[in-house]
């Protein structure tokens, strides 16, 4: 490191020092040192544990758009960050967020994904199983919402769908499950956007989705392309939310973790086939995941039974598919913000992949696109919710 940018690095950290005068512990991260570690800077950071951290950086002071270089949940109070992944050259400048702080604490059982741009869409178009419309790659801006961390399960669907007997609802379908714990699977995209109403009611909330333009009139029942407050209770979360979800504040990777590029059953649950085929499917046992083909499908795994992602969500790979808002549609290039596709069309989008198929749906840029009247062994959702809530 020349004397430029070694200069560079100690202004930062009087600046960011002078920034965050909170003490590290019960406030927002901290940095406290910067070395050369080679050829790659580390960073010293106090920060809370169990707090996101997220670590950007840049080049120019005058730049408005910082690079995320990570994203990650804090496991203990320091740590070290080196950048081995910003190219050389002669200055860079450091920040670190929690982008949860000063923000209230996200309600139980939901993670904060804060507000931010993130490039959606395929990163490696060349892999086995890649479609064109996983492209372009474009910058998106979504607004910060709560997610929740596991797929609903089946006990929470069962608890909603009990008040929602008594209250005015009707559903095509009861809901299934293989236990309590595991997701709920075989509901169609209309029962789950009105069982969404039925947990926003039960929880006090205003519902998100009504029958009207005027939003007067909720929707509990029937089969109808739903008018949407988008600013009220829960509701599925659009298909750019879901995947900056999935990613967990980081880009440029093909599954929702960072540490590699590959997948294997140790990760997340999926059908293991023929790595010629899927030759990130690194998994040294195939077919169904051997930890939960107990001979009786589906074979669905306990919600958060693998590691989470950099927001704190578990299963956005694999389990079930998950329904979201959009209508299935073609990427525009341009840059967008709160994008909520398609203002029409025949079948509703699904992420994520699943128990019964392959890798290449475990990816973070996969999309399907199902008539919202399907049910399937393998179809599950979870619920979003406004930050205002």
């Known amino acids: 490191m020349n004397n430029l940018r070694a200069r560079a690095a100690l202004v930062l950290l009087t600046l960011?020092?002078?920034?965050?005068?909170?003490?590290?512990?019960?406030?927002?991260?901290?940095?406290?040192?910067?070395?050369?570690?080679?050829?790659?800077?580390?960073?010293s950071i106090a920060a809370d544990a169990g707090t996101t951290n997220e670590i950007l950086s840049v080049t120019n002071?005058?730049?408005?758009?910082?690079?995320?270089?990570?994203?990650?949940?804090?496991?203990?109070?320091?740590?070290?960050?080196?950048?081995?992944?910003?190219?050389?050259?002669?200055?860079?400048?450091?920040?670190v967020v929690d982008p949860n702080w000063p923000a209230d604490s996200p309600p139980p059982g939901m993670a904060l994904i804060p507000a931010g741009i993130?490039?959606?869409?395929?990163?490696?178009?060349?892999?086995?199983?890649?479609?064109?419309?996983?492209?372009?790659?474009?910058?998106?801006?979504?607004?910060?919402?709560?997610?929740?961390?596991?797929?609903?399960?089946?006990?929470?669907?069962?608890?909603?769908?009990?008040?929602?007997?008594?209250?005015?609802?009707?559903?095509?379908?009861?809901?299934?499950?293989?236990?309590?714990?595991?997701?709920?699977?075989?509901?169609?995209?209309?029962?789950?956007?009105?069982?969404?109403?039925?947990?926003?009611?039960?929880?006090?909330?205003?519902?998100?989705?009504?029958?009207?333009?005027?939003?007067?009139?909720?929707?509990?029942?029937?089969?109808?392309?739903?008018?949407?407050?988008w600013e009220a209770g829960y509701r599925l979360p659009t298909e750019a939310e879901w995947e900056k979800a999935d990613r967990g504040g980081a880009s440029g990777h093909r599954f929702p973790w960072t540490n590699t590029d590959t997948i294997s059953q140790s990760q997340a649950n999926y059908f293991s086939g023929d790595t010629n085929d899927d030759p990130y499917d690194v998994s040294p046992t195939s077919g169904y995941n051997p930890l939960f083909n107990d001979g009786v499908m589906p074979y669905t795994s306990p919600v958060g039974y693998f590691a989470p992602n950099g927001y704190g969500l578990y299963d956005t790979a694999g389990n079930v598919w998950e329904w979201c808002w959009d209508y299935a549609g073609n990427y525009s290039s341009d840059m967008q913000t709160d994008p909520r596709g398609p203002t029409t069309g025949t079948t509703r989008v699904g992420r994520g992949g699943h128990w019964a198929y392959y890798s290449y749906e475990c990816r973070d840029s996969y999309r399907y696109g199902d008539p919202p009247n399907d049910t399937e062994t393998y179809i599950g959702f979870r619920s979003a919710l406004p930050v205002s809530q």
């Open 118 to 229: 993130f490039q959606m869409g395929n990163d490696f178009p060349n892999d086995p199983g890649a479609a064109q419309y996983e492209l372009p790659v474009h910058t998106v801006y979504v607004s910060g919402f709560y997610m929740d961390k596991y797929e609903v399960t089946f006990a929470l669907w069962n608890q909603v769908f009990a008040w929602s007997e008594t209250n005015g609802y009707s559903f095509d379908d009861s809901g299934s499950g293989k236990a309590t714990n595991h997701p709920v699977q075989t509901v169609n995209w209309y029962d789950v956007v009105k069982w969404c109403n039925a947990r926003s009611e039960m929880d006090g909330l205003t519902a998100s989705y009504y029958t009207d333009s005027n939003l007067t009139q909720v929707y509990r029942t029937g089969d109808i392309a739903p008018y949407v407050d």
């Open 61 to 95: 002071l005058a730049q408005t758009n910082w690079d995320v270089l990570t994203n990650f949940v804090v496991t203990q109070n320091a740590y070290v960050f080196a950048d081995t992944v910003s190219l050389p050259g002669p200055q860079r400048f450091y920040r």
């Open 16 to 43: 960011l020092m002078a920034s965050y005068c909170a003490p590290a512990m019960a406030g927002p991260p901290l940095i406290t040192n910067v070395i050369m570690i080679g050829a790659s800077p580390q960073l």
